[in-house]
Each structure stands twice: as C-alpha cells, then as structure tokens.
C-alpha cells in the first residue's frame, strides 16, 4: 500500500507538536541546572554550618555582604544560614515539582506524536 503525501494541516500540526517538544525540552534542562545549583549551594551551606557548629560563640564571625564583609554576631550567622536553608529545600521543593510536570508535558506530547503517525 503508498503512503499519501502529508498534507499541508498535517505538515503545520506535526511542526506545532515539534516546537512544543523543543520548548518543553528546554524548560526542562533549564530547571535542571537551577536544581543543580540549588543543590550545589545547599551543600555548600550545609558544610559551612558544620564548621560554625564547632566554633565557641564568643568567636568572631564576619558575613558577606555584596562585595565585602561585615562583622557578625555567630547567633545571626547561624540563623542567616539556616534561613538559607530553608529557603533552598523551598525552592528545590519548587523545581522538582516542575521538572514532573514538564516530564509528564513532554510524556504526552511524544505520545500525541506517535499517535499522529500511526493514523497516517
């Protein structure tokens, strides 16, 4: 049995399917990488707070603020790093949520284009 030629409507859909793969593709390398260096810096957090950890509280501690660093109580230190990680859990929380979902987009829309041929 030929194959027909693609139609024009087929030729506009199948290419629409296409764009929306790449841009879903790309959505989701981009929240990789976002993951990757929330986790880098969580880690990084995590290591400094052992260190703090072992430190008398009456040692002098400095904090970085934009390019320089301002003496700092070890209490608010402390309390300044935990924030932080607080809010990188948050916010890894966050993107993890969104790669499954870009994975669950990206699972259907590959399904949608199998099915779009196997009709032809």
């Given amino acids: 049995m030929a194959r027909r030629a693609p139609t024009k409507e087929q030729i506009a859909e199948f290419q629409r399917y296409q764009e929306q793969l790449v841009q879903f593709s790309e959505k989701h390398q981009e929240v990789v990488m976002k993951m990757r260096m929330l986790a880098r810096d969580k880690a990084r957090t995590e290591l400094t707070l052992k260190e703090l950890a072992e430190m008398p509280e009456g040692t002098n501690t400095y904090q970085a603020v934009g390019r320089s660093f301002l003496a ?10 935990n924030q932080a ?10 993107l993890e949520a969104q790669k499954s979902f870009l994975e669950r987009k990206m699972t259907g829309l590959d399904k949608t284009v199998r099915e779009f041929f196997s009709q032809r």
């Fill in 72 to 81: 700092a109580p070890l209490g608010e230190v402390r309390t300044d790093l």
């Fill in 85 to 94: 990680m607080e809010k990188f859990a948050k916010d890894l929380r966050d």
